[in-house]
Nanobody
């Protein structure tokens, strides 16, 4: 069974940086991997993703310029480097992986596997 394991969450202050890592327990061919987040009382939202098929990345407007996604397709790993963190970035961050993409990789339904989530809390 494929499992995605996230790590790197924690409590930081506004303006700090934090790196999140995600790794798959199985060696599979993923078309894309990404990060989503969900704050209490909010719906899960897209943060960033990398499509190795098209060698491209995409970011939510709210994090563009502050977050950077990178990874290793061969190793099925992905990293989300978060800089200039803001209190509004506080959420549980989920790693996701897609075997195939039929549409936009910012869409939750495109992903086949999800991690358990890691909490990121940014204080003022």
């Amino acid at each position: 069974q494929v499992q995605l394991v996230e790590s790197g969450g924690g409590l930081v202050q506004a303006g700090d940086s934090l790196g999140l890592s995600c790794a798959s327990t199985r060696t599979l061919s993923f078309t894309a991997m990404g990060w989503f987040r969900q704050a209490p009382g909010k719906e899960r939202e897209f943060v960033a993703a990398v499509s190795w098929s098209g060698s491209s990345t995409d970011y939510a407007n709210s994090v563009k310029g502050r977050f950077t996604i990178s990874g290793d397709n061969a190793k099925n790993t992905v990293i989300l480097q978060m800089n200039s963190l803001k209190p509004e970035d506080t959420a549980v961050y989920y790693c996701a992986a897609a075997r195939r993409l039929s549409a936009h990789y910012a869409t939750t339904g495109e992903y086949d596997y999800w991690g358990q989530g890691t909490q990121v809390t940014v204080s003022s």
